[in-house]
């Protein structure tokens, strides 16, 4: 079995490859591709696997991207760390998927579910139907807004209103247009798959940033960026230089 992982993240990539590799032998991983557009390309380029490995959110955008603009008669699993509220999409389109951080155990049945069932997937295309349904319905599936606490209260907040969320020692805090922070009971992981990433882009693991609230960009030490947004924060906004051509499109979309 011929298959790729579409991963930017290259230590989740090779444990999911050396875990594919442990199930069964007679897996071959063709290739570990980091972004959307290395992805686009090879699948031009180069026999369709048997399966492709997929994280949602790369470098340079999301990994829907692939499958629009390449036709993929390939079943896809999702390797993602999309909340439940999300991945509703997939379990009612039968396009398999992966929490993550992945178990050697769950990866087992997706491989023996898509065994099972690949002889009508091949004959049908029924896997291409699916996957473009699945991906339709993720799109409207992005937070509007968010409930947070206040004293005694449970406030609302609309998602285009918050400038930017910040993790530090192990709380999250989103803050709003009118300056105000409020504490949420999500990580920044969940967040970044809750979030439009037209709208939102994560500058590193404490930030995530709403584009309408970027004031400036300067280049900083070493190819990094230094984001400054209307939100006067006391800790510098770093973008890795990994991320700062990946950022700087995203500024110009």
Request: proline share 3%; aromatic share 10%.
């Amino acid at each position: 079995m011929k298959v790729i992982i579409i991963e930017d993240e290259l230590k989740t990539a090779k444990d999911l490859k050396n875990m594919l590799e442990a199930i069964d032998n007679n897996i071959q991983v063709e290739i570990i591709l980091r972004s959307v557009s290395a992805a686009v390309d090879w699948l031009r380029n180069n026999p369709a696997p048997e399966v492709i490995f997929s994280d949602i959110q790369l470098g340079d955008g999301l990994s829907f991207e692939i499958f629009k603009t390449v036709q993929v008669e390939t079943p896809v699993i999702f390797c993602t760390a999309f909340d439940e509220y999300a991945i509703r999409a997939f379990e009612s389109n039968s396009i398999d998927y992966l929490l993550k951080p992945v178990e050697e155990n769950m990866l087992q049945k997706s491989i023996e579910k898509y065994l099972r069932f690949k002889d009508h997937l091949l004959s049908s295309g029924q896997h291409a139907i699916n996957l473009n349904k699945a991906i339709a319905k993720m799109e409207t599936n992005y937070r509007q807004s968010l409930l947070v606490s206040y004293r005694e209260k449970i406030i609302p907040v609309k998602i285009r209103d918050i400038q930017l969320f910040h993790a530090s020692n192990g709380t999250v805090m989103l803050y709003t247009s009118d300056n105000k922070s409020y504490p949420v009971n999500y990580t920044i992981e969940n967040l970044e798959s809750m979030l439009d990433p037209l709208q939102f882009f994560r500058a590193n693991r404490q930030f995530i940033l709403n584009r309408d609230f970027i004031r400036d960009i300067e280049h900083y030490f070493n190819r990094k960026l230094l984001v400054t947004t209307s939100m006067d924060m006391t800790e510098k906004i770093i973008v890795s230089k990994i991320k700062a051509q990946p950022f700087l499109k995203w500024m110009e979309m």
